[in-house]
């Protein structure tokens, strides 16, 4: 069954820096696209970006643009998530997700159980 | 990057049928057949109830269904039963500006 696990949260200080990891299992993962999305405290999903399944196009939100890196190492069945000059308001559970099969690259059919990270002095 | 329309909160007693709107524009819900909607229960991950607008995923019952009319996207869940009480969240394609875009999410509780 498909499983999707990330790793990397934790604290850190504004302007800091921290690299998420979501390592996959139970599909091919080198066929399919995958997003991270997060969901602040208390508050709604946001998407984050998307990387296709080759890595060849990459997508992002706007207020993480030129901040946070998007990437996968597809023989290593993992995705990543660079994030630097963190802020406050990046503070929120993170979750990968997997490109919904059958669909366009805007559905996520899987979800990790996400990995919080708290931006704070 | 603008979120998607959704009633905070929506109600039904067991048995009922209650239905949560997304409304969108015509960049976005109104020119895509990429509508989805999301069920997250408290602290867990989110999960997809249905995609491509209509479509359901195996194994969502179909006491789920969805419509879309112009900008607004629609769920109805039918014969509501207490473990569908969560948050409902939609989501659209809205160009490239726009990859994907989620509303703010309704709570529904089951009276």
């Known amino acids: 069954q498909v499983q999707l696990v990330e790793f990397g949260g934790g604290v850190v200080q504004p302007g800091g820096s921290l690299r998420l990891s979501c390592v996959a299992s139970?599909?091919?993962?080198?066929?399919?696209?995958m997003h991270w999305v997060r969901q602040a405290p208390g508050k709604g999903l946001e998407w984050v970006t998307f990387i296709q399944y080759d890595g060849s196009n990459k997508y992002y939100t706007d207020s993480v643009k030129g901040r946070f890196t998007v990437s996968r190492d597809n023989p290593r069945n993992t995705l990543y998530l660079q994030m630097s000059s963190l802020r406050p308001e990046d503070t929120a559970v993170y979750y990968c997700?997997?490109?919904?099969?059958?669909?366009?690259?805007?559905?996520?059919?899987?979800w990790g159980q996400g990995a919080l990270v708290t931006v704070s002095s | 990057q603008s979120a998607l329309t959704q009633p905070p909160s929506a109600s039904g007693s067991p048995g009922q049928s209650v239905t949560i709107s997304c409304t969108g524009t015509?960049?976005?819900?109104?020119?895509?057949?990429?509508v989805s909607w999301y069920q997250q229960h408290p602290g867990k991950a989110p999960k997809l109830m249905i995609y491509?607008?209509?479509k359901r995923p195996s194994g969502v019952p179909d006491r789920f269904s969805a419509s879309k009319s112009g900008n607004t996207a629609s769920l109805t869940v039918s014969g509501l039963q207490a473990e569908d009480e969560a948050d409902y969240y939609c989501s659209s394609h809205g160009g490239t500006n726009n990859f994907v875009m989620f509303g703010g999410g309704t709570k529904l509780t089951v009276l």
């Open positions: 491509d607008v209509t």
């Open positions: 015509s960049s976005d819900v109104g020119a895509y057949g990429y």
């Open positions: 997700g997997k490109k919904a099969s059958g669909s366009g690259r805007y559905t996520l059919d899987y």
């Open positions: 139970g599909f091919t993962f080198s066929s399919y696209g």
